[in-house]
């Protein structure tokens, strides 16, 4: 595929490309036998006589960028060199070419051999090293044929670098930097950011390297680029696709531009950046501009040039700088509001992790009490007994019944900083109790504030309890809601989000391009799990988590959010990341050798944990088959090289701030790398698809999930206390997040929440020659039909009554755990269901 700009193929640098063939300065491949040495280059496999691609000036290719080209090439090789493990790839044209895979045609005794490469290939003058590709063929350190070794070990040298000066784009160099480019130190004190990682205080998980200049004011930090420049380094093979990318930016174009009408119109508003009913809310989504249909929008769209465009003519429904109508409110627009639906989301909404079993009451801390004093709970046995259907707070302890949602301690160091900017807000306990029905039922949230003499004495707290009758206090249980689900959100967001799987991965990232091999067998498993995530990364740092970014505009923690994130990073630990075991430590399963995962859920009904374990399963299954097919004895796993330093680096320097290893498998077993492998490609697909595509259905509707409070609650006598009595919708509406920072939030988890065009999901492969070995192509085959049987599974569970909490009072099926095997959604979009194999958004 030639250089191209977004959809269309650079034109300019083709017609250079033709002009350099004429003067002979093609494109040159060199066989490299896998079976003889080659005298004249020490243990290095003998080279074959040089050949090039042909007709590069005669062929005709198509001006769409997303079309392959495809060239033939004529090899002159001596059989009796063997067989050609790899070759060597120069690029003597102006530009650079994404080479896809070169297919040998008809080698005499084998048949055809594929050489599946996905790399962007530069002028050969950008390289100090020759490109070499390798067969589809895995090998162990141990195995590889002799010719190759070196070759081998070369490539993973280039691709570690030298550890010094700024990256280019044609540099392929994968190393480490700490999270020192989030602020401007250049602007004052304000704008400066602390950097994360490389200490005690604030560890953080290691990001890419880019080489950038320290910051001249700050010399611990680096130098940013202008806000707008999207060009941050990151190695060219890990950019997105030209597909994904004008998706991302048309989506961001549509998205945003959808805040530029609404904000318009609330300058001639009473309230400037207030909606002052719930029906300017509501209006964000109705309405809009229609677009023409039929023949007349088709002869629109054949006069765009680029897929830039493609998002603001569209023909699924949308309309033009329109919010989509978010799922939660598409059914019914007064179910969100209800306390049934508040519980449920904590099972099956876009935050399904946190929850936890209650096991004493009142709820504890575990906050430093010489530091923040008494932090215990105020919630008493009057307040929440009176809903428990007759039970004992000691009865539903013993019969786990009583669960809390508890942001509490996370919060409360960093809330008195917090409440000094605009944000006016609590540290929140919310208690359920799980009631027959499978349902869970909200008993009481308690709005905690540091003592006004000192966090020394503890908090100040007052608790609420559920009202169904209207007037003033059913008005506070829901404002008390809405301070519960801005935590929530800002949690979901800061840790659940961005750095429980965005964040962590990166680390895995760099590690396995700089230790594994492209043709060791677990570089071959994981990879597809790191597609875009390194670029998409690199994006959020650029515009999102920076200082001032979208996310410290939008989210409660504002300045301090990244920083509160690395505090809660302090408490990470790998193997707690396994579903399983996570399960576990929050007490919502027990374990049960009987059940084909090993565990029983304590709460049935937990849409979550059920299907989330179902592909826990068969990730796991898959990966055992597949670690089992190449490591037969643990011996094998200790003598691997490769993957031991692979995971001495992850530890060590991806994740150098948490060392413990405790908190780490030791990599002695088969089994410590199948539960290693499967944590790892949990996190990057399922897990990150659990609490990022829902976004858009549950919190594109702002009320539902505001992630900012700007005012306490109101006191008796006041006019905010007589608002809420008369209007308490209102009261809400200037209580939770602003109209401005609603927009600007609304369009980015719009983008977030959409699938590329170009999406991988679980269970697919974008080639299928991504091994020669038979065994591990047949194991794939059946984590593919495992998947589509959980897929049908899921359906059937959706359809049954006596499940709850998989449709809730909004009436939305739990799908945000459908792997989407067939790919039916593959057009993008804003669909929930589908897994995509890696962090890609």
């Given at each position: 595929m030639k250089k191209n700009v977004l959809d269309a193929t650079d034109v300019w640098s083709s017609i250079l490309d033709r002009f350099y063939e004429v003067f002979g300065k093609g494109v040159s491949l060199q066989l490299i036998s896998s079976e003889k040495f080659d005298p004249a280059n020490g243990k290095r496999g003998k080279l074959g006589k040089v050949a090039y691609l042909e007709n590069w000036v005669t062929k005709i290719t198509s001006v769409a960028a997303k079309d392959d080209a495809v060239f033939s090439v004529t090899f002159d090789w001596d059989e009796s060199d063997g067989l050609p493990g790899a070759f060597i790839m120069q690029n003597h044209h102006h530009s650079e070419f994404y080479l896809k895979s070169v297919t040998l045609d008809d080698v005499p005794g084998h048949g055809p051999i594929h050489f599946v490469c996905n790399s962007w290939v530069f002028p050969a003058q950008r390289y100090k090293y020759n490109r070499v590709f390798f067969s589809n063929k895995t090998y162990l350190p141990c195995d590889t044929p002799e010719p190759l070794r070196l070759y081998r070990e070369d490539e993973l040298k280039n691709l570690r670098g030298n550890g010094s000066g700024q990256l280019k784009e044609w540099d392929r160099v994968y190393d480490y930097a700490y999270y020192n480019d989030l602020g401007f130190p250049e602007k004052g004190k304000d704008s400066a950011r602390q950097v994360l990682g490389g200490s005690a205080e604030y560890p953080y998980p290691r990001r890419g390297r880019t080489g950038r200049q320290p910051n001249k004011k700050d010399p611990n930090s680096e130098s940013r680029l202008f806000?707008?420049?999207?060009?941050?380094?990151?190695?060219?093979?890990?950019?997105?696709s030209?597909?994904?990318?004008?998706?991302f930016i048309a989506y961001a174009v549509k998205s945003l531009g959808q805040v530029i009408v609404p904000e318009m119109r609330a300058i001639f508003d009473k309230t400037i950046n207030d909606f002052d009913t719930l029906q300017d809310v509501y209006d964000l989504y109705e309405g809009g501009i229609e677009l023409p249909a039929g023949h007349t929008l088709s002869k629109i769209r054949e006069c765009i040039p680029w897929e830039l465009f493609r998002e603001l003519l569209r023909s699924d429904g949308e309309r033009f700088l329109k919010l989509p109508v978010p799922d939660v409110i598409k059914e019914d627009k007064t179910a969100w509001r209800t306390d049934e639906e508040f519980g449920r989301e904590m099972l099956a909404g876009v935050n399904p992790v946190l929850i936890k079993l209650l096991t004493e009451f009142p709820p504890t801390s575990k906050l430093d009490t010489g530091v923040y004093g008494d932090q215990s709970s105020k919630i008493t046995r009057d307040h929440v007994e009176k809903n428990m259907d007759g039970l004992t707070v000691e009865e539903a302890l013993s019969n786990k019944k009583l669960f809390i949602l508890?942001?509490?301690?996370?919060?409360?160091?960093?809330?008195?900083?917090?409440?000094?900017?605009?944000?006016?807000?609590?540290?929140?306990?919310?208690?359920?109790?799980?009631?027959?029905?499978?349902?869970?039922?909200?008993?009481?949230?308690e709005l905690s504030l540091p003592h006004e003499d000192g966090d020394e004495h503890g908090v100040e707290s007052v608790v609420?309890?559920?009202?169904?009758?209207?007037?003033?206090q059913k008005s506070f249980w829901q404002l008390a809601k809405a301070y519960a689900?801005?935590?929530?959100?800002?949690?979901?967001?800061?840790?659940?989000?961005?750095?429980?799987?965005?964040?962590?991965?990166?680390?895995?990232?760099?590690?396995?391009?700089?230790?594994?091999s492209l043709v060791h067998p677990i570089y071959k498993l994981l990879t597809p799990h790191f597609r875009d995530t390194m670029h998409i990364n690199a994006l959020a740092r650029q515009f999102l988590i920076n200082a001032d970014g979208v996310l410290e505009r939008t989210v409660y923690p504002g300045r301090y959010a990244l920083e509160?994130?690395?505090?809660?990073?302090?408490?990470?630990?790998?193997?707690e990341q396994a579903l399983p075991r996570d399960l576990l430590k929050r007490g919502i399963a027990v374990e049960d050798p009987s059940q084909p995962h090993g565990l029983k859920l304590v709460i049935e009904d937990y849409p979550f944990a059920v299907d989330g374990l179902e592909i826990w399963s068969a990730i796991e299954a898959w990966v055992r088959e597949y670690c089992c097919f190449?490591?037969?004895?643990?011996?094998?796993?200790?003598?691997?090289?490769?993957?031991?330093?692979?995971?001495d680096e992850i530890r060590t320097k991806g994740h150098g701030d948490l060392k413990d290893e405790t908190w780490w498998y030791k990599m002695e077993t088969r089994d410590e790398l199948i539960q290693a492998c499967t944590t790892i490609m949990w996190i990057a697909s399922a897990l990150h698809a659990a609490v990022n595509f829902g976004q858009y259905p549950y919190a594109g509707f702002l009320p539902n999930r505001p992630t900012v409070s700007r005012r306490f609650l109101p006191k008796p006598g006041t006019p905010e206390y007589k608002e809420l009595e008369s209007k308490p919708d209102v009261a809400l509406l200037k209580t939770i997040t602003a109209q401005f920072q609603t927009l600007l939030?609304?369009?980015?988890?719009?983008?977030?929440?959409?699938?590329?065009?170009?999406?991988?999901?679980?269970?697919?492969?974008?080639?299928?020659?991504?091994?020669?070995?038979?065994?591990?192509?047949?194991?794939?085959?059946r984590f593919g039909k495992a998947l589509r049987s959980i897929e049908a599974n899921i359906t059937e569970r959706n359809k049954d009554a006596r499940f709850r909490n998989r449709t809730g009072p909004i009436k939305i099926p739990y799908e945000l755990l459908f792997p989407n095997t067939s790919g039916e959604n593959g057009v993008g979009g804003l669909a929930v269901r589908g897994i995509p194999n890696s962090i890609s958004i």
């Open positions: 806000l707008l420049n999207l060009n941050v380094y990151i190695p060219r093979d890990e950019q997105f030209h597909v994904k990318f004008s998706d508890d942001h509490h301690d996370a919060l409360i160091p960093y809330l008195r900083r917090i409440n000094m900017t605009p944000t006016k807000t609590y540290a929140t306990r919310t208690i359920l109790l799980l009631k027959d029905d499978g349902t869970l039922r909200p008993l009481a949230i609420f309890t559920p009202c169904d009758e209207e007037g003033i689900a801005v935590n929530d959100s800002g949690y979901h967001q800061l840790v659940c989000h961005w750095l429980n799987t965005h964040a962590v991965i990166e680390p895995f990232i760099i590690a396995t391009s700089r230790q594994l509160m994130s690395s505090k809660i990073y302090k408490n990470w630990n790998f193997t190449y490591y037969p004895t643990d011996e094998k796993i200790k003598t691997d090289l490769e993957l031991q330093s692979w995971w939030g609304v369009s980015l988890i719009e983008i977030l929440s959409r699938h590329s065009t170009d999406e991988v999901y679980l269970g697919q492969r974008d080639t299928l020659n991504w091994t020669a070995d038979k065994g591990a192509l047949d194991a794939f085959e």
